[in-house]
């Protein structure tokens, strides 16, 4: 069975920093391919983004490029999300997911959260001064 559990959400002020892991059960990272997407109420999930493990290849959304850096640990079979220069835009609930490396970490596949099979509890990320 495939289990994601994020961690790591807080409040902060504008312009500070989280870091998010998620850590992954049930499933190896390097053959899949994991993503962070946020939600807000009422609004559909946004691709924040995504790591094909295997290649190392890496995909940002255009509002966290340059502030935000998602890196994998494979012997933790752990995914983190470091955030920096946090914007009160960025508040928002956070969840990882996973999708087999079939699909694509791309700019389109950040607009597929139906892509990933599996998600975790999502994690709470509040930015407000």
């Known amino acids: 069975q495939v289990q994601l559990v994020e961690s790591g959400g807080g409040s902060v002020h504008p312009g500070g920093s989280l870091s998010l892991s998620c850590v992954v059960s049930g499933a190896r990272l390097d053959d899949h391919i994991i993503g962070w997407f946020r939600q807000v109420p009422e609004k559909a999930r946004e691709g924040v983004s995504c790591k094909y493990i295997s290649d190392g290849l890496i995909t940002y959304g255009d509002s966290v490029k340059g502030r935000f850096t998602i890196s994998a640990d494979t012997a933790k079979n752990t995914v983190y999300l470091q955030m920096n220069s946090l914007k009160p835009e960025d508040t928002a609930i956070y969840f990882c997911?996973?999708?087999?490396?079939?699909?694509?970490?791309?700019?389109?596949?950040?607009?597929?959260?139906?892509?990933?099979?599996?998600w975790g509890q999502g994690t709470q990320v509040t930015v407000s001064s």
């Open positions: 997911g996973i999708a087999p490396r079939g699909y694509y970490c791309s700019p389109t596949g950040l607009k597929m959260p139906s892509w990933y099979g599996f």
